[in-house]
């Protein structure tokens, strides 16, 4: 695939200001399920980048940071993995495989950004003793654009230096280490929400997980609610989450008021 001038610059544009939400702004437009159908759209297949964004973020739902330690970055993995998809047309399974090594390397370049921003924490804090608001906005602002710049950089060095080459690698990929990528990739969803669950579930939460999955694997056996299965589940899901929630509030507030909940037995 031939890319122009323009669609470099609006990838190396969303790739800046990606990587600078990951840690500011809303800190949500930078989820690969955002930035895979806007790069999708940017190299005209919207549809495909939708695919490779959602498959990405399923697999990144249960990353995050502890400390020091950094997981594959979600920014430059998931807009590679939907350069990919799009440019080279791989099948989103085995794209999301090929982006894993640019994560990692955008796991080293947030190292970098913190190594780089180490010397300017003494700045930071000479202009908060001064109370100088504006000197703490210029230098935020310095920083969040080196980082910016710092992805961007490594984004669109790959996306534009790496189309002839990468056309080259998936011509000279043989069939079984394709299927191998491919296998990898969808498993990969699955280990997210292993992840995830790993972290969040406790004995309380079983019996929710247990009832989502007996209820989808109904829902996914009847052929009219198939198709609209997740956001029947996901309406489900809403439902005894909000139910719950009101329950906690109402127990809280009687509690907090010094009530005695077994009156109203």
């Not at 990838?11 to 955002?34: C, G, K, N, R």
């Not at 807009?79 to 999301?96: G, Q, S, Y």
């Amino acid at each position: 695939m031939d890319v122009n001038f323009l669609q470099i610059a609006l990838v190396f544009l969303v790739t800046f200001v990606a990587a600078i939400d990951q840690f500011d702004f809303t800190e949500s437009l930078y989820q690969p399920i955002v930035t895979g159908p806007i790069i999708g759209a940017i190299l005209g297949d919207v549809q495909t980048g939708l695919v490779v964004g959602g498959t990405y973020q399923l697999m990144t739902i249960g990353n995050m940071p502890i400390g020091g330690a950094q997981p594959p970055n979600a920014v430059i993995g998931g807009i590679m993995a939907a350069v990919f998809a799009c440019t080279l047309e791989m099948d989103p399974n085995v794209a999301v495989a090929t982006a894993i090594p640019f994560a990692l390397l955008g796991q080293y370049g947030v190292t970098l950004f913190f190594t780089l921003r180490a010397p300017m924490m003494e700045s930071f804090r000479a202009a908060a003793v001064k109370a100088d608001t504006k000197a703490i906005t210029k230098l935020t602002v310095v920083s969040e654009i080196i980082l910016g710049l710092i992805f961007a950089a490594i984004v669109t060095l790959f996306f534009v230096g790496g189309l002839t080459a990468g056309q080259a690698v998936v011509d000279a990929i043989p069939a079984w280490l394709n299927a191998g990528l491919s296998a990898a990739g969808g498993m990969m969803k699955f280990v997210g929400f292993a992840i995830l669950l790993k972290i969040m579930m406790s004995r309380d939460m079983w019996a929710f997980f247990l009832l989502g999955f007996g209820l989808t694997t109904i829902v996914h056996g009847i052929p009219a609610l198939a198709k609209p299965e997740l956001l029947i589940m996901a309406i489900i899901g809403f439902g005894i989450a909000f139910w719950d929630f009101q329950q906690q509030t109402q127990l809280k507030g009687a509690s907090f008021d010094g009530g005695d909940m077994s009156d109203g037995i």
